[in-house]
């Protein structure tokens, strides 16, 4: 939140090429099952949320777009690839992954369901294990180069 209660909102790629902030409110966080979401994000769905009624200013870089539709474009990191937008003539929603508190947007809704994957609503059924229990050793020495999910003056740092 600012001073004046408005809700301020930040993110940005994987690779912290593109960052943005939204400031106002954002609506209907949503899952879409859509063919075209589900290529768009090379996933099973696109969690997206719309921030036509707030103030967007992207504050490092914009995405690259393509035009997936006569109605839709969708913006992307042309550096890591990361899924940013969904842009139609209505205004642009976000891909909820790309905030750096997704956790405060859940879903409240499922959109493109005519197309939405059959075992999508069993997977928290699946055997769950924390990444430091996964059996593949690499992971233990993993170093991520990932941008930290907090705005930083200059990207990459320079002692990387």
């Known amino acids: 939140m600012t001073l004046d209660d408005t809700p301020l909102w930040?993110?940005?790629?994987?690779?912290?090429?593109?960052?943005?902030?939204?400031?106002?409110?954002?609506s209907e966080p949503s899952i879409c099952h859509c063919r075209m979401c589900q290529k768009a994000f090379g996933n099973y769905f696109a969690p997206l949320v719309s921030v036509r009624s707030a103030d967007l200013v992207w504050t490092r870089a914009e995405p690259k777009r393509f035009q997936s539709s006569n109605h839709v474009r969708r913006?992307?990191?042309a550096e890591c690839g990361t899924p940013l937008t969904y842009e139609t003539p209505?205004?642009?929603?976000?891909?909820?992954?790309?905030?750096?508190?997704?956790?405060?947007?859940?879903?409240?809704?499922?959109?493109?369901?005519?197309?939405?994957?059959?075992?999508?609503?069993?997977?928290a059924a699946l055997p769950a294990r924390p990444t430091d229990q996964d059996p593949d050793p690499l992971l233990l020495?993993?170093?991520?180069?990932?941008?930290?999910?907090?705005?930083?003056?200059?990207?990459?740092p320079r002692d990387r």
């Open 75 to 77: 913006g992307f990191c």
């Open 90 to 123: 209505d205004g642009p929603a976000l891909a909820l992954g790309a905030f750096d508190t997704p956790e405060a947007l859940p879903p409240v809704i499922q959109f493109g369901t005519e197309a939405k994957l059959a075992y999508v609503d069993r997977l």
């Open 10 to 26: 930040t993110g940005g790629c994987q690779c912290g090429a593109v960052r943005f902030r939204i400031r106002g409110a954002l």
């Open 141 to 156: 020495t993993l170093v991520s180069y990932q941008h930290p999910d907090h705005d930083t003056e200059e990207w990459p």
